[in-house]
């Protein structure tokens, strides 16, 4: 069982900068693709940002393309967020999400990931 743990939530102002981070699964960390989801209650899980197992070449939504940027350390055995430029709506639960390999033209979907950090919320404040 793979444990992944996400930290870095909480309330910021519209314009503002928050850092999530999501601790993976060790020794074995650079096999996995890494990728955040966020849903609120009125909407489906939502993709947001992916970087694959083998390949450093970031994948944007459009709606954060620009202001979020999806990191890893291996070293640290973390992944994070960053997110710039807040705005109320990135209003969500955050959820960081790995499969092993590379999950092809699906990586935008929640069915193909295996591992699930706990979720962490973000307010954004107008």
């Known amino acids: 069982q793979v444990h992944v743990v996400e930290s870095g939530g909480g309330l910021a102002q519209a314009g503002g900068s928050l850092r999530l981070s999501c601790a993976g699964p060790?020794?074995?960390?650079?096999?996995?693709?890494v990728t955040w989801f966020r849903q609120t209650p009125e909407k489906e899980r939502e993709f947001v940002a992916t970087l694959r197992h083998d390949k450093e070449v970031p994948v944007y939504a459009d709606s954060v393309k620009g202001r979020f940027t999806i990191s890893r350390n291996h070293a640290e055995e973390t992944f994070y967020l960053q997110m710039n430029s807040l705005k109320p709506e990135d209003t969500a639960e955050y959820y960081c999400?790995?499969?092993?390999?590379?999950?092809?033209?699906?990586?935008?979907?929640?069915?193909?990931?295996?591992?699930w950090g706990q979720g962490t919320q973000v307010t954004v404040s107008s």
């Open positions: 060790g020794r074995i960390f650079s096999l996995y693709t």
């Open positions: 999400a790995l499969v092993s390999g590379d999950p092809g033209i699906n990586y935008d979907r929640a069915y193909v990931y295996d591992y």
